[in-house]
């Protein structure tokens, strides 16, 4: 079977507006911390390659990715904010916690960018195992971290 990649090159990058007057939120899950501290290193790195100043990236980290939610909405209530991003990986286990998991940050991230004025993006790896997680965190599949960045100066745009 025919695996879709999704690599930074699907992206439009020669589009990329400049990021040096936007201020951005990122909050990164604790859980997996090989792979969300990978995530949020290529997320900064890319942000600063587009001219985000360190000092306007600013990073709060929360226990789990089921408390991206509410970590998410408390940054909305700073409007100083121009994007904000999740950051957190999943990796499915014996139990159905993972499809709870998932399921809820994913309504919960939908609901604050249906309802709140800052847009909110999604980086959550929700992957089978700690090897899907890995390829995609700077692997051989890229790395979510640096596309959430991009969405995220090109959504402050919008
Ligand atoms: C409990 C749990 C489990 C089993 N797996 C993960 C995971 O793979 N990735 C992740 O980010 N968090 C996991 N958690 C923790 C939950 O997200 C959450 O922190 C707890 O359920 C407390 O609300």
């Not at 020669?14 to 899950?29: E, K, L, Q, R, T």
């Not at 001219?51 to 700073?78: D, M, R, W």
């Not at 998932?102 to 909110?120: D, E, K, M, W, Y």
Request: proline share 3%; charged share 20%.
């Amino acid at each position: 079977m025919a695996t879709a990649l999704h690599h930074l090159s699907d992206y439009d990058t020669a589009s990329v507006p400049d990021a040096s007057n936007m201020c951005f939120g990122i909050v990164v899950a604790e859980w997996n911390k090989d792979i969300t501290g990978a995530l949020l290193d290529g997320c900064v790195s890319t942000l600063e390659k587009h001219g985000a100043l360190p000092e306007n990236i600013h990073v709060k980290t929360v226990p789990g990715s089921f408390e991206l939610v509410y970590g998410a909405q408390q940054l909305c209530k700073n409007d100083g904010f121009d994007a904000i991003i999740i950051l957190g990986s999943v990796i499915r286990g014996d139990t159905p916690h993972f499809d709870y998991i998932c399921q809820g940050v994913t309504f919960g991230i939908s609901r604050l960018n249906a309802t709140q004025n800052i847009p909110v993006i999604f980086g959550l790896l929700t992957t089978d195992d700690h090897q899907q997680a890995v390829d995609r965190c700077g692997g051989k599949l890229g790395n979510k971290g640096d596309e959430c960045a991009i969405d995220a100066i090109k959504m402050a745009k919008f």
